[in-house]
């Protein structure tokens, strides 16, 4: 497969396991699995199993997990359909980084970090990473989110298959803005 198949079905992917199973009229079960032998009956993409598990291993951010059966598929996060992934609550270290686009800067220091579309506030170990996932969106502003002191208050932190931290809501008091080089 040349790489913008590769992407295509990845896309693909993220859309029916993450957002609208019903647009090919998959369900997906509690846990967010569903079977791959079905996607690809779905699927107008001349998919294969070989093709589904290439993109599995190949993923740069490691989206999705197959299960140990071999039978089905899921997204390791980034949700917006109800699903629990089962993840455990762990504490996160000392700092974690969000990166935003200047335009929300005023709404998310006065309401904190808010989960919107999806089902968790997607934080980053690094500062590359969260600046990549913040330039999605427009001019970028670094944020350092002060986790081992919201961890200590009470609020729940969750590490997702592929390395992204996870929490509900970042209150604003845990919030400072940084520079972004
Ligand atoms: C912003 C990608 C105004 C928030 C990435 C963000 C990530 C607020 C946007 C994953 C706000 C939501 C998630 C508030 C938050 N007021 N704006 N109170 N609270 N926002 O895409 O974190 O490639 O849902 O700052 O790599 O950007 O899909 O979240 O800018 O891991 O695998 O609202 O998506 O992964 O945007 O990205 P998103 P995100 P994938």
Redesign the pocket.
């Known amino acids: 497969m040349n790489e913008k198949e590769t992407k295509k079905i990845s896309k693909f992917l ?1 859309l029916v396991l ?1 957002h609208k199973p019903e647009k090919i009229g998959i369900t997906l079960d509690a846990q967010g699995w569903t079977s791959i032998e079905g996607i690809i009956e779905a699927s107008n993409l001349k998919l294969d199993l070989e093709k589904i598990v290439e993109v599995v291993k190949l993923n740069n ?1 490691q ?1 999705f997990s197959i299960s140990e059966d071999g039978e089905r598929i899921r ?1 390791n ?2 949700h ?1 359909v109800d699903v629990d992934l089962e993840l455990n609550a762990c504490a996160p270290p000392e700092k974690l980084f ?4 200047i ?6 220091l ?9 089902n968790h ?4 170990a690094d500062v590359e ?1 969260a600046a ?3 330039r ?2 427009g001019k970028l502003v670094m ?1 350092e989110i002060n986790a081992a002191l919201m961890n200590d208050e009470g609020h729940a932190f969750f590490l997702s298959e ?1 390395g ?1 931290w996870l929490c509900k809501h ?1 209150p604003p008091s845990f919030i400072n803005q940084i520079e972004s080089s």
Do not use: E, Y
């Open positions: 993220s993450r951010k989206r997204a996060q980034g917006s969000h990166g935003t686009a335009r929300f800067i005023d709404s998310i006065k309401t904190g970090l808010a989960s919107k579309n999806r506030v997607h934080l980053s990473t990549a996932v913040g999605r969106h944020l592929n992204v970042v």
